[in-house]
């Protein structure tokens, strides 16, 4: 198990980690309750949540506040209720999202809605009706988990790319705006990390994916991508790379971008094709 010495940085902070039911925001929770941090876990799927809070429980304090954060309508009073379950919070993670499998010809307008409700208007939202409250502590912390998809298109992910980087361009301006004397935030973007993301992304139709990507299944071990955050919380990093290909692609958008556009394009057809064999 990949973990970190913190010096007990995160003992008896209040992390709220949105998404915590599977991937990286379950390998977080797991982290930080070793790290005795006193835990919040949020998602729509009950059942996972308790199962998680049974294992989290015998380390640390943690409250299940399930909700299905794509009900804009509810989330004032989901944020009201994380408040008060320990009187405060120190720090914020969005780790929820959900991913896409479908090239734009043809995908439903209503997936990429759904993919923008998700990956974007909800962690928005939920930052904007939190930042009164960071603003009276004059401190705090949010974690964006953005994805390096945040940063350049990828074949298959129109909807999804489209809300990552809206996702990046919300938190980086907000860096840069805010005057909170303690307050920091962390963009995150990871390249393909083992989760199981694939099996709920969106198809064209918006029916989810329900398989794994070959490249998924040979992605960055969750609890290393969960390890990395954690340092980079404690560095207050304001932006961070946790990948490997996508890295040099990334670069090779900056230096070489026709170079970038024939490879990119040339991946998304392998992915394809390695997905259907």
């Given at each position: 198990?990949?973990?970190?010495?913190?010096?007990?940085?995160?003992?008896?902070?209040?992390?709220?980690?949105?998404?915590?039911?599977?991937?990286?925001?379950?390998?977080?929770?797991?982290?930080?309750?070793?790290?005795?941090?006193?835990?919040?876990?949020?998602?729509?799927?009950?059942?996972?949540?308790?199962?998680?809070?049974?294992?989290?429980?015998?380390?640390?304090?943690?409250?299940?506040?399930?909700?299905?954060?794509?009900?804009?309508?509810?989330?004032?009073?989901?944020?009201?209720?994380?408040?008060?379950?320990?009187?405060?919070?120190?720090?914020?993670?969005?780790?929820?999202?959900?991913?896409?499998?479908?090239?734009?010809?043809?995908?439903?307008?209503?997936?990429y809605d759904q993919l923008?409700?998700?990956?974007?208007?909800?962690?928005?939202?939920?930052?904007?009706?939190?930042?009164?409250?960071?603003?009276?502590?004059?401190?705090?912390?949010?974690?964006?988990?953005?994805?390096?998809?945040?940063?350049?298109?990828?074949?298959?992910?129109?909807?999804?790319?489209?809300?990552?980087?809206?996702?990046?361009?919300?938190?980086?301006?907000?860096?840069?705006?805010?005057?909170?004397?303690?307050?920091?935030?962390?963009?995150?973007?990871?390249?393909?990390?083992?989760?199981p993301l694939p099996l709920?992304?969106?198809?064209?139709?918006?029916?989810?994916?329900?398989?794994?990507?070959?490249?998924?299944?040979?992605?960055?071990?969750?609890?290393?991508?969960?390890?990395?955050?954690?340092?980079?919380?404690?560095?207050?990093?304001?932006?961070?790379?946790?990948?490997?290909?996508?890295?040099?692609?990334?670069?090779?958008?900056?230096?070489?971008?026709?170079?970038?556009?024939?490879?990119?394009?040339?991946?998304?057809?392998k992915e394809r094709n390695?997905?259907?064999?």
């Amino acid at each position: 198990m990949h973990t970190i010495i913190t010096n007990m940085y995160f003992e008896n902070k209040v992390v709220w980690i949105i998404g915590a039911s599977s991937g990286i925001g379950a390998a977080l929770a797991k982290q930080l309750a070793r790290e005795k941090a006193l835990l919040i876990i949020t998602a729509r799927n009950i059942d996972k949540l308790q199962s998680l809070a049974n294992e989290l429980t015998q380390l640390t304090a943690c409250v299940v506040l399930p909700a299905d954060i794509a009900r804009r309508d509810t989330l004032h009073s989901i944020v009201e209720d994380s408040l008060r379950q320990f009187g405060h919070i120190d720090i914020l993670i969005h780790s929820a999202g959900i991913g896409q499998r479908s090239m734009a010809t043809g995908t439903s307008l209503a997936v990429y809605d759904q993919l923008m409700e998700v990956n974007f208007f909800a962690p928005l939202t939920i930052t904007q009706y939190l930042l009164p409250h960071f603003k009276q502590s004059g401190k705090g912390h949010i974690v964006a988990v953005s994805s390096m998809s945040g940063l350049m298109g990828f074949p298959g992910r129109s909807g999804y790319v489209a809300s990552k980087h809206a996702l990046k361009g919300y938190f980086e301006t907000l860096q840069v705006e805010h005057d909170i004397p303690d307050f920091y935030i962390t963009i995150v973007s990871p390249g393909r990390i083992n989760t199981p993301l694939p099996l709920s992304a969106l198809t064209a139709d918006g029916q989810p994916y329900n398989k794994m990507d070959h490249a998924q299944l040979n992605g960055i071990p969750v609890e290393i991508c969960a390890a990395k955050i954690c340092g980079a919380i404690i560095r207050k990093k304001k932006h961070i790379f946790i990948a490997r290909k996508e890295r040099y692609l990334y670069w090779l958008r900056i230096l070489f971008p026709a170079a970038y556009y024939h490879i990119a394009r040339k991946a998304g057809v392998k992915e394809r094709n390695e997905d259907t064999a």
